[in-house]
């Protein structure tokens, strides 16, 4: 059995952002997961990723960076997972429709997609440097109709984890051209490369449409 969530049309990649194309998975993975979540984009000049990252160059979120996180000066507030729910919540969207956790469950992230048809932006190793990507969907032989809660979740049951990966293939080595979405990895994969990698709990964005979390 396979659920996924997200369209084809509604896919992004940041290879062609105006701004930062080879840095900014972190804005375009937020802007993936909004889309296939069904929160409403606003309309705006040029891509919706692009006007995010500009929300995070502001002098505004620079000062932001500065008193809640002093400890990161030097850091680009794209970069801090607190800045990126910031950004989204009060300055692009105008609600509270994602929050930051750094101790989520696979099992969580899988169930939010089966009850409430909501991604989520995972932190992984997939690069050298660091690299965000949503997860949409999964495909699994036990039958969904029967999960009620994260813990009816058989992860030994798992086939695929599909991604909107938004730097592209990752199988195929982000070949130019190739493309993320719906990229498929392993359970063991996804525990290897999520951060922290190879423990439980992982740090995730997770998304609501009407602020349930």
């Known amino acids: 059995m396979r659920i996924f969530i997200a369209m084809h049309d509604d896919f992004h990649t940041q290879r062609n952002n105006e701004i930062a194309p080879a840095e900014t998975c972190n804005v375009t993975s937020m802007i993936n997961a909004l889309k296939a979540s069904g929160i409403p984009v606003p309309d705006g000049a040029g891509q919706p ?3 995010l990252a500009e929300i ?15 400890q990161m000066t030097g850091t680009k507030p794209r970069e801090i997972h607190g800045l990126l729910s910031w950004a989204v919540n009060e300055k692009f969207i105008g609600n509270k429709v994602t929050t930051f956790s750094a101790a989520v469950s696979l099992r969580e992230i899988l ?3 089966i009850k409430f048809k909501t991604a989520s932006v995972i932190s992984t190793t997939m690069t050298k440097g660091g690299h965000l990507v949503a997860i949409a969907g ?7 109709a029967g999960i009620t809660s994260p813990a009816g979740i058989d992860v030994a049951l798992l086939r695929r984890i599909y991604l ?3 730097w592209g293939d990752w199988t195929t080595g982000y070949e130019a051209g190739s493309s993320g979405f719906g990229v498929g990895i392993s359970y063991d994969e996804f525990m290897t490369m999520a951060k922290p990698a190879s423990v439980e709990r992982k740090w995730a964005h997770l ?5 349930t979390f």
């Open 49 to 51: 990723e692009d006007r």
């Open 164 to 166: 909107l990966d938004s």
């Open 111 to 113: 169930f939010r997609i």
């Open 207 to 211: 998304f609501s449409r009407d602020g």
């Open 56 to 70: 995070l160059e502001s002098p505004e979120a620079y000062a932001k960076l500065a008193k809640d996180y002093p």
């Open 138 to 144: 999964f495909s699994t032989t036990q039958d969904i």
